[in-house]
């Protein structure tokens, strides 16, 4: 059973990910994601889960994720939601400002705390690639695009990760398309 909880626990690093419209891979170092169960939901829209998204440049600088203050600004500052009637690591996610009816898919796929992975897809991947029968999600667009490897370690571990490729093509998951996300000089803290 997935626990939202457990999962929300620590800091995720982004070791690979499919670079789409907004993940463009000139932005894409040192990424990471944190999520906080919060004790009450968000009024009017009721998300359950804050989550900050945090990317660097090349030259190490913050993306435009954070605002000119340092904060998290409208693109990171993202909420997420256990649909009812889904299985519970089947996630809604979008900015917070937003109704649940902008929510895009965020679905942990395969995920195991002790291993300290986590692979993550914005959807049901359904577009065929020709690559054996795999699927991939869409790429230019918001919602229902995206896969992630994530770690629970800044440092990469190349065998674990080719372990995780090898689930998601277990599951039909197309991975030619993921790219490295490096974490070397990071600024993060």
Same mark, same amino acid.
């Given at each position: 059973d997935f626990d939202v909880e457990q999962y929300a626990s620590g800091r995720w690093y982004v070791h690979e990910q499919v670079n789409i419209v907004y993940l463009p891979p000139e932005d894409s170092f040192c990424s990471f994601a944190e999520y906080t169960v919060l004790q009450e939901p968000?009024?009017?829209?009721g998300y359950t889960i804050q989550v900050f998204n945090y990317d660097e440049d090349a030259l190490g600088n913050p993306s435009a994720l954070l605002d000119d203050e340092g904060n998290p600004g409208e693109e990171s500052n993202l909420c997420a939601y256990q649909p009812r009637g889904r299985e519970a690591s089947k996630l809604g996610v979008c900015p917070c400002f937003l109704p649940k009816l902008f929510a895009g898919p965020y679905w942990i796929v395969a995920y195991n705390e002790t291993a300290g992975y986590s692979l993550v897809s914005g959807g049901q991947p359904n577009i065929p690639t =020709? @690559?054996? =029968?795999?699927? #991939?999600? #869409?790429? @230019?667009? #918001?919602?229902?695009? =995206?896969l992630w490897i994530f770690l629970r370690s800044a440092t990469r571990d190349d065998e674990l990760i080719e372990e995780i490729k090898d689930i998601a093509r277990g599951l039909g998951i197309d991975t030619s398309l993921l790219n490295p996300v490096p974490h070397v000089n990071c600024s993060y803290a």
């Open positions: 968000t009024t009017p829209f =020709g @690559e054996d =029968g795999l699927c #991939r999600n #869409r790429i @230019e667009t #918001r919602n229902k695009s =995206g």
